[in-house]
Structure formats: C-alpha cells, structure tokens
Antibody, heavy 120, light 107 residues
C-alpha cells in the first residue's frame, strides 16, 4: 500500500527554521517527482515546491523562493522541506504529495499533513 | 500565473440530485486540469485528471469535462458521502495553481 508520512511540524517563532520530512513507502520512490502543498487554517490549497525523481530539478512558489529548499534522499525514500526565515503567513498544514506521472503535474497520493505554526 | 476561479462558493443540494461545479482559468490550455475532493480533517483525494479521466477507484457518478478556460465537475447523483470541498488545479503552467474551492453541502 502506498503511503506518505510527514513529520517535523510544530510551533516556531518568526525568523526561525524548521525541516519537514516525508517518508514514502509502497512505490518506487526514485521514479516519481514529489512535492509539497500547504493549506493555511480554513483556507484553500497552495502549491509550495516540487522536485524531480532524481532530485536534480526543483521549483518553488514565489512566496517561498529563497527561503525554502526541497530535497530528497532516494536511498531513504524520504522527501524533505527545509524552511528558513519563517513568517507568520507560512502557518499551514503541509502535505507531502506524489505526482501521478513524470509528464503530469497532478497529485495522486497525499500524506495526512503536518501542521506548522509560526507565532511569537 | 494562471488564476483558477471556482463557482459557486457553496452548493447545497439533496441526495440524488445532480451537482455541477465550475472552474474557470485565466489563460487557455488544453486538458491539464485535475479535480480533488477534501473532507474535513482529511487530505485531498484526486478525483479527475486530464480534465476528464477518473482516478483509480473513483465512482462513475463523478465526471469531468471542459477545455481551454472552462471546466466542469459533475456529480450525477449526490450521495451523503459527497459532502466535501472540491478543488480544481491546473498543471499546464508553473506555478501550479488551485482554485479557491466549492463546498458541497447535502440537504
């Protein structure tokens, strides 16, 4: 069974850093592009970042560019999101997502999410 | 950035009725559009991709149509378990963008 399990969320102060992890299982992790989508409390969905299967290609939403870094360790079947210079507006549930296919940008599997709260 | 606009914001209908959800794009593209269903406290679930193809295990009452700037998700006969928020998402251009969602309420 395919599974994505996020961890690393929590309460941090503005300006601090946090690293999210997503442990994947049940599929050939290195064959699929992955990403992160977030959802602020009571709001809609916002794509955050994406990485290719090999890890060599990355992309970011303008709202996080220069502050967040996506990476993956295919030997550990794990996706990461390093979040620096955190802002109050980064408060959200962060979902780890698997892209359905290399040439497609939709997401066929989602983790349950990890809550990140930025507050002083 | 391709802006996705969904309407209505809320749709209320009775079991067995037909529900039609709209998604409009600010730029034209072919069929790189997905629909997701999200229930409270849960992660979104992929319903439709490439505008009209049902994802694995999605019931046949869900169907998607459209192209260019106008897309539609139809639920042919509403069931109580269809109460949720539905989002469209375009993957024709970066950044990937979602609509604001339509909340479907079952009377």
């Amino acid at each position: 069974e395919m599974q994505l399990l996020e961890s690393g969320g929590g309460l941090v102060q503005p300006g601090k850093s946090l690293r999210l992890s997503c442990a994947a299982s049940g599929f050939s992790f290195n064959n699929y592009a992955m990403g992160w989508v977030r959802q602020a409390p009571g709001k809609g969905l916002e794509w955050v970042s994406a990485v290719t299967g090999s890890g060599t290609g990355t992309d970011y939403a303008d709202s996080v560019k220069g502050r967040f870094t996506i990476s993956r360790d295919n030997s550990k079947n794990t996706l990461y999101l390093q979040m620096n210079s955190l802002r109050v507006e980064d408060t959200a549930v962060y979902f780890c997502v698997k892209r359905r296919a290399a040439a497609a940008g939709d997401f066929d599997y989602w983790g349950q999410g990890t809550l990140v709260t930025i507050s002083s | 950035e391709v802006v996705m606009t969904q309407s209505p914001a809320t749709l209320s209908a009775s079991p067995g009725e037909r529900a039609t959800l709209s998604c409009r794009a600010s730029q034209s593209f072919s069929n790189n559009l997905a629909w997701y269903q999200q229930k409270p406290g849960q992660a979104p679930r992929l319903l439709i991709y490439d505008a009209s193809i049902r994802a694995t295990a999605i019931p046949a009452r869900f169907s998607g149509t459209g192209s260019r700037t106008e897309f539609t998700l139809t639920i042919s006969s509403l069931q109580s378990e269809d109460s949720a928020v539905y989002y469209c998402q375009q993957y024709s251009a970066w950044p990937l963008t979602f609509g604001g969602g339509t909340k479907v309420e079952i009377k």
